[in-house]
């Protein structure tokens, strides 16, 4: 549905003043972008830092999505840098100011619309954009929809967009959604094989930070170093087993690789970062004789610590004993024994002397690698910890070409009988001094050297205590393997038990649910029942009613034209000539009527009557009037009864002192009409009789 607030032809002042927040600056308009609620230059920063790098190595401007893109302002940005941009947001004011944006910058490579970011990511295709902007917009979607629906969502973006670059909210902060959001941010991004944090971001909500993670699962930034790894894998070898409880990951690049290890973990927060001081002391100051690959980078941030180094060629000397390829073991171990004389010279060791941390180049030259693991500690990093025993152990495995997994310690390989003659004789030799003489250096200078037929009592005690070690160690495995399956069937039998509980607990539920639905129907039949009734009552009631108002209206029609019939007979009479002719009668007899029910009020009516019709002619009226005077009382009497009645006659002559009107004298005096129409007719005789002393005291 189309804004009505937002017609096209408003100007950008309009539609940013429409805006409900303005949330990001107004591109191109600094005199419109002081009270933006978020400052978005550092950001900025970073994502055309990525930006610039993922071009370089694409070879053409790189496709964006700016997932919630706000007013457009990182949007923008990237277009007029010859990015094309698809930007995305769920207020269609918000695109408003986009669209008017980019038509005024004539930027065409730009492409904004409104909708849900649900819907975006359900439509993605493959290859179709280079990098993804996800900033501050999901934390909206984990309210709404939950962790693991969101962090499915991002999934289906890191499986379709190489490179993404998220800030996240976080828990902390004192927001409605805050509850809903996990407790590592970066739990969210599971899907994606690298994950790293470039920076915390204030926001205009609360003092607490978000975290802005760089998120890819086909190229790494470490500082400046951009470049595509083709694998990784969360152990460093397939005897790791879950040593570092899956706090470190390794990625490969051609000819690099790029170890990453975690802080989170409190455990092993102190062991991975002084592991990687270590390594990097090493690999900045290695000493003469030791070949080691060239140190590129390294970061350190509050979640992880990470190092670029390049990839020596070579495979492990593990991996050749696990595909049972051909080897010299007498070169690797007199390579082996060299590079740990020439650490034993510089005052180092490396305490974990395994067949995995040894590297077999191509011309069969060896590397010891595992670089965190050399310190100047002269011990093994397990049992057995003396250095010369745990290199025993490891020529041991090598001439025998099996390697004993450590369960919980290693196989006590300790019969020197076993060795070849070189080795044999050099241990006997070395083992013979006191064991503060025991050194790599020792035994390097004992090899070649004859020990004589003497034999040690020591030696075979040593021969002894392996083969009951590993009497026992064959005793523990088929325990273990038989307490395994015993463990297997016992998990299938669980997992059976389970399976049918819960199809007990589902078969319960649908029962309860389908009694519940029985019910619910029965109840619903007998309230539809009900309805019913009611609804019959209601519809006979309206039938009655409708037969009342039908009667009603018949009724009515009868007696409008009844009466419409009655007038018109009346109208007929009244028209006709026998009414008219009977006019004179039909009023004699109804004055009869009256006469004969009250003659009083009949004579008074006539009166009445006959006084209006002479005032209506005045001049009539005063002929009238003398006539009456000659009749004194009579004339009094008629005036006293136009006075009682309040009827109104005409006005009498000027200065006659007859009654104007039955009633109404001259002016005489100031006394006018109305004042002597009440008086009796002696009274008027003594008025006359004061109106001529008047007169003739005026002559006086």
Same mark, same amino acid.
């Given at each position: ?37 978020? %400052?978005?230059?550092?950001? =900025?920063? +970073?994502? @055309?830092? &990525?930006?610039? $790098? *993922?071009?370089?190595?694409? !070879?053409?401007? /790189? ?62 295709? %493959?290859?179709?954009?280079? =990098?993804? +902007?996800? @900033?501050? &917009?999901?934390? $909206? *979607?984990?309210?709404?929809? !939950?962790?693991? /629906? ?551």
């Amino acid at each position: 549905m189309t804004d009505p607030l937002l017609p096209t032809a408003l100007s950008i002042i309009d539609l940013v003043a429409a805006l409900p927040e303005k949330y990001q600056p107004i591109f191109g308009h600094p005199e419109l972008s002081g009270d933006s609620a978020r %400052d978005c230059a550092e950001r =900025l920063q +970073l994502i @055309l830092r &990525v930006s610039d $790098h *993922l071009e370089g190595a694409l !070879g053409r401007p /790189a496709r964006v999505l700016d997932l919630g893109c706000a007013q457009g302002f990182f949007s923008l940005s990237l277009a007029v840098r010859g990015c094309t941009v698809y930007g995305v947001d769920f207020l269609e004011r918000n695109i408003a100011v986009c669209q008017a944006l980019a038509r005024e910058q004539g930027l065409e490579n730009t492409v904004f619309a409104h909708g849900r970011i649900e819907d975006v990511i359900a439509c993605l295709k %493959d290859n179709e954009y280079d =990098l993804v +902007l996800g @900033l501050s &917009v999901f934390h $909206h *979607l984990v309210h709404e929809h !939950g962790t693991d /629906a969101v962090a499915d969502l991002i999934g289906g973006i890191a499986s379709r967009i190489p490179v993404a670059i998220y800030e996240m909210a976080v828990r902390d902060e004192p927001l409605y959604w805050a509850d809903a959001q996990p407790q590592e941010p970066a739990d969210l991004l599971r899907d994606y094989a690298l994950t790293k944090l470039t920076s915390f971001q204030k926001t205009h909500l609360s003092d607490i930070v978000r975290p802005i993670f760089y998120a890819s699962n086909r190229y790494w930034m470490i500082g400046d170093d951009f470049r595509e790894f083709t694998s990784w894998r969360s152990l460093s070898h397939a005897h790791a087993s879950s040593s570092h409880m899956g706090t470190r990951r390794y990625y490969f690049g051609e000819g690099v690789m790029l170890k990453r290890m975690s802080l989170l973990n409190p455990l092993l927060e102190a062991p991975n970062r002084t592991e990687f001081e270590r390594e990097m002391d090493f690999l900045c100051s290695p000493p003469p004789g030791i070949r080691v690959p060239r140190l590129i980078g390294h970061e350190v941030d509050r979640r992880d610590v990470w190092l670029l180094r390049e990839q020596l060629p070579g495979k492990l000397l593990s991996e050749l004993m696990a595909e049972g390829a051909s080897f010299s073991g007498e070169s690797v171990a007199d390579e082996l024994i060299g590079q740990l004389v020439a650490l034993e010279s510089a005052g180092l060791y490396h305490n974990d002397v395994r067949c995995w941390n040894l590297l077999v180049g191509e011309s069969g030259g060896v590397s010891l690698i595992d670089y965190g693991a050399i310190s100047k500690d002269p011990r093994d990093c397990v049992w057995p910890d003396n250095l010369i025993l745990s290199l025993l152990i490891t020529l041991r495995e090598i001439f025998d070409r099996d390697i004993s997994v450590p369960d919980p310690v290693r196989n006590p390989l300790l019969d020197v009988a076993s060795l070849p003659s070189r080795y044999r004789d050099a241990f006997r030799i070395v083992l013979d001094l006191p064991q503060a003489q025991w050194s790599f250096s020792a035994l390097q200078g004992a090899l070649g050297k004859p020990c004589g037929e003497v034999h040690h009592g020591w030696e075979l005690l040593a021969s002894k205590q392996e083969g009951a070690g590993q009497i026992y160690q064959r005793t523990l495995l088929n325990l273990r393997d038989g307490g395994l399956n015993l463990q297997a069937r016992l998990n299938e039998s669980l997992s059976n038990a389970h399976h049918w509980f819960l199809r007990a607990s589902d078969y319960q539920e649908q029962l309860a649910v389908a009694e519940m639905r029985v019910k619910r129907e029965a109840d619903l039949q007998i309230a539809m029942a009900e309805q019913m009734q009611v609804i019959e009552m209601l519809q006979a009631d309206v039938q009655e009613a409708r037969a009342i108002t039908e009667a009603h209206r018949v009724e009515a029609i009868r007696q409008s034209m009844a009466a419409q019939a009655a007038r018109a007979a009346l109208a007929e009479i009244v028209e006709s000539t026998s009414w008219r002719m009977t006019s004179l009668l039909r009023h004699s007899l109804t004055s009869v009527r009256r006469f004969y029910r009250s003659p009083g009020d009949f004579a008074r009516g006539y009166m009445v009557r006959v006084i209006q019709s002479l005032s209506a002619t005045p001049r009539l009226w005063r002929l009238t009037n003398r006539f009456l005077k000659l009749f004194p009382s009579l004339h009094s009497r008629l005036r006293a009864f136009v006075s009682r009645r309040g009827l109104l006659v005409p006005s009498a002559e000027p200065i006659s002192p007859v009654f104007g009107g039955l009633g109404q004298v001259g002016s005489f005096g100031g006394v006018g009409n109305e004042s002597a129409s009440a008086l009796s007719a002696r009274g008027e005789h003594i008025l006359e009789r004061v109106r001529s002393a008047a007169r003739v005291k005026e002559a006086e």
